[in-house]
């Protein structure tokens, strides 16, 4: 048995103890108490019950205050475990929405690639069926058109020469008339200047295509300062078709270039003019595009001169 039942039990009997005084059922004879017993009751019993209330009250708060700390326990367990739940959820959702960004970029760079795939199917589709007209042309033997006139004598036969007959070739381009290669390049000349990508594109194509020298100053200006990448990618294309060694070094810039695109072009025209390969993969970061800027300006630093020679273009100011 508890000390708390212990002590309600005391207290039961001291209470009916108290009550049997009082009433005079305690006392022989049913006779009355004297008046100051009924009055103030035995002081004895008052004492009794005095001590059970103090014990009772004490075990009573004892109790309380435990009871009390233990809900105070439990409200800091609860709101431990309230924050608990909300860092989780918060977790669970900053991860979903990664995860879902995530799939979406894959998403992309796969439908990138499978866009790629086919355009190069096709691309190898008409190499094959070009190599294939290719080789039948070759392997045709040569025809021999013999005018036959009539009433007249038959036609010599036509003697090889030493060489061996001769190979078909492709059709040559028909040749522009000089008045409309002027007009062309006065144009080039005009939009050159423009920044409009409509107007820029076809300017930067008759640069290259007539060889404009003057104008490599604008297009180094393009590929450095241009706003939209594929004006920059453009002009990279021309100068390494043109095989402008003043563009080296603003190739090997542009080969950190925010844009993939622009980058991997200064790469091809890099290698167009100088025949150096700085093996950077197509997919290559920042970190192996500043490599191989570099590496491009170390080698251009001992060749310079070489390739400078080979193209025909001396160094302005003299040297090289």
Same mark, same amino acid.
Do not use: C, Y
């Given at each position: 048995m508890s000390k708390f039942v212990v002590l309600l039990a005391l207290y039961a009997a001291a209470v009916s103890t108290f009550?049997?005084?009082?009433? @005079? +059922?305690? /006392?022989?004879? @049913?006779? &009355?108490?004297?008046?100051?017993?009924?009055?103030? @009751?035995?002081?004895? =019993? $008052? +004492?009794?019950?005095?001590e059970a209330r103090q014990l009772m009250s004490a075990e009573i708060k004892g109790r309380q205050k435990t009871i009390d700390l233990r809900l105070s326990r439990f409200d800091q367990l609860q709101g431990k475990i309230e924050e608990g739940l909300a860092a989780v959820q918060e977790m669970t959702e900053g991860a979903a929405d990664a995860n879902y960004g995530?799939?979406?970029?894959?998403?992309?760079?796969?439908?990138g690639f499978g866009k790629a795939t086919a355009e190069?199917?096709?691309?190898? !589709?008409?190499?094959?069926?070009?190599?294939?007209?290719?080789?039948? =042309?070759?392997?045709?033997p040569p025809q021999v058109i013999r005018e036959i006139v009539k009433g007249g004598p038959a036609a !010599?036969?036509? +003697?090889? @020469?030493? *060489?061996g007959p001769k190979r078909p070739s492709l059709p040559e381009a028909p040749k522009k008339a000089p008045?409309?290669?002027?007009?062309?390049?006065?144009k080039a000349r005009t939009d050159i200047l423009s920044?409009? %990508?409509?107007? =820029?594109?076809?300017?930067?194509?008759?640069?290259r295509e007539y060889r404009i020298m003057s104008l490599v100053p604008r297009l180094l200006e393009i590929l450095a300062k241009h706003k939209d990448e594929f004006g920059r990618t453009a002009s990279a294309a021309a100068l390494g078709k043109m095989r402008v060694a003043?563009?080296?070094?603003? /190739?090997?810039?542009?080969?950190?270039?925010?844009?993939?695109? *622009?980058?991997?072009q200064a790469n091809r025209s890099i290698r167009q003019i100088t025949e150096?390969?700085?093996? /950077?993969? !197509?997919?290559?970061?920042? #970190?192996? $595009? #500043?490599?191989? #800027?570099?590496?491009?300006?170390?080698?251009? $630093?001992?060749?310079?001169?070489?390739? $400078? &020679?080979?193209?025909? &273009?001396?160094? %302005?100011?003299g040297g090289g």
């Open positions: 009550l049997l005084v009082q009433t @005079g +059922k305690g /006392l022989p004879g @049913g006779a &009355q108490p004297a008046a100051t017993a009924s009055q103030d @009751g035995h002081p004895d =019993l $008052r +004492k009794l019950m005095h995530k799939l979406e970029t894959l998403e992309e760079i796969v439908e190069l199917g096709g691309i190898r !589709a008409e190499f094959t069926g070009l190599e294939k007209r290719m080789t039948e =042309l070759e392997a045709r !010599a036969p036509v +003697k090889k @020469g030493p *060489v008045q409309v290669m002027a007009a062309e390049i006065a920044d409009d %990508l409509e107007i =820029l594109f076809p300017a930067i194509e008759k640069v003043d563009a080296v070094l603003p /190739l090997a810039e542009a080969l950190v270039d925010k844009s993939d695109l *622009v980058a991997q150096f390969n700085t093996e /950077l993969p !197509a997919t290559a970061g920042i #970190r192996k $595009r #500043r490599a191989a #800027r570099g590496k491009v300006k170390e080698w251009w $630093r001992s060749h310079e001169a070489e390739v $400078r &020679q080979r193209l025909g &273009q001396p160094k %302005l100011g």
